[in-house]
């Protein structure tokens, strides 16, 4: 999970309610991402913020809201216009190097239930 | 759009036998690609990366290929342990810090 924390580990939420996903890192990245993983597939970008307090919308942001006030820090809000927002969501951060390509480092995730 | 995919969605290995992942990828702008593993209820974890202008990469029991002609990744695990046991997953980096990840493919391994 490297420098990486999400909280909470899992989530329940009552439906019409807004719900807000913490994650921060203390490796001084500068790019963080979250996504969001369904059952048996693959990671789908929600939201990405290349410096703060600034952030673009990924491929799947309708419903869910970010801010980047922090550089260590990019917390997710999941709101009640999202239809189906149970999930695992995942953030990850990275920093861009000279030749634009590195990896990116993922937290441990939050499982969200929608009661 | 483009996309990243797997060819097999499940993979079942004898422990000590060698694993082989594939991926095929179709954006032939892609200049980097990653291999990431993925335990049941955890975030990935890299394995192993490659640029675009290499086609092989060697680590700790695995081994990265790559064939640009046919856009082609595969992911080699020699000696698969029981804790190999995981979802992996490619990933194309094709647009600065930008990752498209594939669907993943679950990877079995019998005692």
């Known amino acids: 999970d490297g420098g990486i924390t999400q909280s909470p580990k899992y989530l329940f939420r009552k439906e019409g309610q807004n719900v807000t996903l913490s994650c921060e890192q203390n490796?001084?990245?500068?790019?963080m991402y979250w996504y969001r993983q369904d059952p048996g597939q693959g990671l789908r970008l929600i939201y990405y913020?290349?410096?703060?307090?600034?952030?673009q919308k990924g491929d799947i942001a309708e419903g869910y809201s970010v801010s980047r006030e922090k550089k260590e820090s990019f917390p997710l809000t999941v709101t009640s216009a999202q239809k189906n927002p149970t999930a695992f969501y995942l953030c990850?951060?990275?920093?861009?190097?000279?030749?634009?390509?590195?990896?990116?480092?993922f937290g441990p995730g939050t499982r969200l239930t929608v009661l | 759009g483009e996309s990243v995919g797997l060819h097999l969605p499940t993979l079942s290995v004898q422990e000590g036998d060698n694993s082989i992942i594939n991926c095929a990828y179709s954006?032939?702008?892609?200049?980097?690609f990653i291999w990431y593993k993925q335990e049941s209820g955890k975030g990935p974890q890299f394995i192993i990366d490659?640029?675009?202008?290499?086609d092989k990469r060697q680590g700790q029991r695995v081994t990265v290929l790559l064939n640009k002609t046919v856009k082609h990744l595969s992911l080699q695990i020699a000696a698969t342990q029981p804790g190999d046991s995981a979802v992996y997953f490619c990933?194309?980096?094709?647009?600065?810090?930008?990752?498209?990840f594939g669907g993943g493919t679950r990877l079995m391994v019998k005692p």
């Open positions: 990933a194309e980096n094709n647009a600065g810090n930008m990752l498209t």
């Open positions: 990850a951060s990275t920093n861009p190097g000279l030749a634009g390509y590195n990896e990116q480092f």
């Open positions: 954006n032939s702008a892609s200049d980097y």
């Open positions: 490796l001084n990245h500068d790019a």
């Open positions: 490659i640029r675009s202008n290499m």
């Open positions: 913020s290349q410096i703060v307090n600034d952030f």
